[in-house]
């Protein structure tokens, strides 16, 4: 029987369609492991709100420790969606939208990846402006996607009126999704300035990322029926 006749089970298809996430991960590999025996005694892996290092890695950490922490949770993530383990609440996620979300994932650490390793085989940093950069972007992709996110087990805003209530869940995710893309804007704009002042204001604008839309949908919460006695 000709190979195009066979039947294709759905999570056949879906594996099939992971390639551009399984394309990084090897090029993502293939740097590290090419930068490893290049890379200097000490690699700046932390940096400090002055955008000076204040945490070191050996080259085979600085080199590998990422890359291993990229394809397992990747590797987890497929194993509660397509693989044994019977995950019904992250199957819940549309297939289309949970590949754009590991993809976006791989993008981010592959990036923070290539800022550290390029900064270290230069004989420097990445530059904390880079960085802030990256992570802005990271912020603007995934509010872009928020909006689209049905309750999973795996991602999004997981607390007590999201989860119990569909309704709370997508109001909740809509609004983060505006104020996630804004707040990337306002970090875009913050890279601008000295990193002693960026590095504050990011932070502070990550923590109201977080705490606007978890305030709002405890606000729009439905009241609690009191309990019988």
């Known amino acids: 029987m000709d190979d195009e006749l066979l039947p294709v089970s759905e999570e056949g ?6 390639w551009p996430s399984w394309i990084l991960i090897g090029a993502i590999w293939g740097f590290s492991l090419w930068a490893l025996p290049r890379l200097p005694a000490k690699v700046a892996v932390h940096w400090g709100l002055d955008g000076t290092p ?3 890695a050996s080259p085979l950490q600085a080199a590998l420790l990422l890359p291993g922490l990229i394809t397992l949770v990747y590797g987890l993530s497929l194993a509660f969606l397509n693989g044994p383990f019977d995950f019904r609440a992250a199957r819940s996620m549309d297939p289309a939208l949970a590949r754009r979300v590991r993809l976006l994932l791989v993008l981010f650490l592959g990036g923070l990846q290539a800022l550290t390793l390029g900064g270290a085989l230069r004989k420097g940093t990445p530059g904390d402006t880079a960085i802030l950069a990256l992570l802005a972007l990271f912020f603007i992709l995934l509010g872009n996607l928020m909006p ?20 709370v869940w997508r109001r909740t995710h809509r609004l983060g999704g505006w104020v996630f893309m804004a707040g990337g804007l306002l970090q875009l ?11 504050p204001v990011v932070m502070g604008l990550i923590a109201a990322m977080v705490l606007v839309p978890i305030g709002y949908a405890y606000r729009i919460r439905p009241a609690q029926p009191p309990a019988s006695r």
């Open 13 to 18: 298809l879906q594996l099939k369609r992971e």
């Open 54 to 56: 204040n945490g070191w």
């Open 148 to 167: 689209r996110l049905e309750p999973n087990a795996l991602v999004g805003i997981r607390i007590p009126p999201t989860l119990e209530d569909r309704g």
């Open 189 to 199: 704009a913050a890279c601008l300035l000295p990193c002693r002042v960026a590095n």
